[in-house]
Nanobody
Framework: QVRLVESGGGSVQAGGSLRLSCAAS????????MGWFRRVAGKELEGVAA???????TYADSLKGRFTISQDNAKNTLYLRINNLQPEDTAMYYC???????????????????WGRGILVTVSS
């Protein structure tokens, strides 16, 4: 059974950086597309970034610049580096995986078959 487990969240001050990790297990081979999503309190889940099995990234237009997605296929781990964190980045961050379809612009939520339970990032001013 596929399992995705996020780590690396926590509390940071504005201007700081974090690297979130998502360890994937149970599949036996790499996903076609893996992505990061976040839910800010009171708002809908939104796509942050995705990366395909050729290491081609896709970023949400509104979030380009401070987010970097990467993966280590040997470790079956997905990463999200967030620089210059701002209070508005406070959210639950989720990783997701799709073993069927390539990444799509716009990061549609319903593309992904598997989701982690999320990890909280809190940014204080």
């Amino acid at each position: 059974q596929v399992r995705l487990v996020e780590s690396g969240g926590g509390s940071v001050q504005a201007g700081g950086s974090l690297r979130l990790s998502c360890a994937a297990s149970g599949a036996g081979y790499s996903a076609v597309c893996m992505g990061w999503f976040r839910r800010v309190a009171g708002k809908e889940l939104e796509g942050v970034a995705a990366i395909d099995n050729r290491d081609t990234p896709t970023y949400a237009d509104s979030l380009k610049g401070r987010f970097t997605i990467s993966q280590d296929n040997a470790k079956n781990t997905l990463y999200l580096r967030i620089n210059n964190l701002q209070p508005e980045d406070t959210a639950m961050y989720y990783c997701a995986a799709d073993w069927l379809n390539p990444c799509s612009a716009g990061l549609p939520l319903d593309q992904f078959q598997y989701w982690g339970r999320g990890i909280l990032v809190t940014v204080s001013s």
